[in-house]
């Protein structure tokens, strides 16, 4: 049973650790090819001010709310804002007491050579 049960432990470590390391590669990758930009950041704003003065047009004239679909630079932006969150949660996972309580490796060696990879 104990060896089982050790099996189990490592398979969850693995896992664990596996998921950080998949994070890490995939938000590398997504960001390398998407930017996060002044003129993007900016571009969403305006269009985010656009839809709530809409919407607070149609609050003022007592017409139901309607839900107005985001557009394709703001679902970017989130798309990039989502990757670039994942990514500092992979690195700081690989830097956190947790990760050295999981394993016995040092989490910068990781990211050292994941960093080569992608290089």
Request: hydrophobic share 40%; aromatic share 10%.
């Amino acid at each position: 049973m104990d060896l089982e049960l050790n099996e189990g432990y490592q398979n969850l470590v693995y896992a664990i650790v596996r998921q950080a390391v998949d994070d890490y590669r995939f938000c590398k990758r997504y960001l390398r090819k998407h930017h996060k930009t002044e003129g993007l950041v900016a571009l969403v704003a305006e269009q985010v001010a656009r839809r709530e003065k809409r919407e607070e047009k149609r609050k003022q004239a007592n017409l139901p709310p309607i839900e107005e679909p985001r557009s394709q630079e703001e679902i970017l932006l989130r798309r990039i804002e989502r990757a670039e969150f994942l990514l500092a949660d992979a690195i700081e996972f690989f830097h956190s007491d947790w990760f050295y309580m999981l394993t016995d490796v040092d989490g910068s060696v990781i990211l050292d050579r994941l960093e080569a990879e992608i290089l």
